[in-house]
């Protein structure tokens, strides 16, 4: 079956310090999700991708985070410079469609990448 | 304000014993409620799905209903395995809006 793969799985960084994640959605998904889970609390909304577009980016921190999916396809979420309070997991996902809100649509989620910063 | 409240924040179950989760949400208007279960350092993964006009949805020994009038669901779990240990996320979308509302989650805990 195939998965939204991320990577690394675990960072640790010094605060100040620049970090950077990967995403690889699923094949053929249009949409490309990255979310901010800080330790129980459920996932935060970072930023929404259509194909190569930004459709929400209302909930990211654009001082310090960057995000870009140039092809439309893989992505990158940046952080620079890191800060104590970033410590969280960062998660991808895709759908097929706009939103993956639809009934018979769905969010399907990666690994996560858990960033700590010291 | 949180539009999806989860109850109770955690607890430990026996394995084999069964136990029910709670969701409560305020999201209108209404589309669909998901739940997701979550395991320890690894994504979401979606469990059920259920619009307006189903109150009843199974996946194994997970079986959720859905009370839309009082925008209420639940999530029941069956003679419950070690296995089922998690974070279980309820998650609301409503019509026209094109971003889910998380809950916070229900931290499970199956003992041997």
């Known amino acids: 079956e195939a998965e939204v793969a991320q990577s690394p799985r675990y960072k640790i960084t010094e605060k100040s310090q620049a970090v950077a994640f990967w995403c690889d959605p699923i094949s053929g998904h249009a949409t490309l999700y990255w979310y901010r889970q800080i330790l129980g609390q459920g996932p935060e909304l970072l930023v929404q991708?259509?194909?190569?577009?930004?459709?929400?980016d209302s909930q990211l921190p654009k001082d310090r985070f960057s995000a870009e999916r140039l092809k439309g396809v893989d992505s990158t979420l940046k952080i620079q410079p890191a800060e104590l309070g970033d410590s969280a997991m960062y998660l991808c996902?895709?759908?097929?469609?706009?939103?993956?809100?639809?009934?018979?649509?769905?969010?399907?989620f990666g690994p996560g990448t858990r960033l700590t910063v010291l | 304000k949180n539009q999806v409240e989860q109850s109770p924040q955690s607890l430990i179950i026996l394995e084999g014993k069964n136990c029910t989760l709670q969701?409560?949400?305020?999201?209108?208007?209404?589309?669909?409620l998901r739940w997701y279960k979550q395991d320890t350092g690894r994504g979401p993964v979606s469990l059920t799905i259920?619009?307006?006009?189903?109150n009843t949805k199974s996946n194994g020994r997970y079986t959720a209903t859905l009370d839309a009038d009082t925008k209420q669901s639940s999530l029941h779990i069956t003679a419950s395995q070690l296995s089922d240990s998690a974070s279980y996320i309820c998650?609301?979308?409503?019509?026209?809006?094109?971003?889910?509302?998380f809950g916070k989650g229900n931290q499970v805990v199956v003992i041997p």
């Open positions: 259920m619009t307006f006009s189903e």
């Open positions: 998650v609301v979308s409503g019509r026209g809006n094109n971003r889910l509302a």
């Open positions: 996902a895709s759908s097929l469609e706009l939103g993956g809100v639809g009934v018979t649509d769905t969010q399907y």
């Open positions: 969701c409560n949400y305020t999201v209108s208007p209404f589309s669909n």
């Open positions: 991708f259509q194909d190569e577009s930004v459709v929400d």
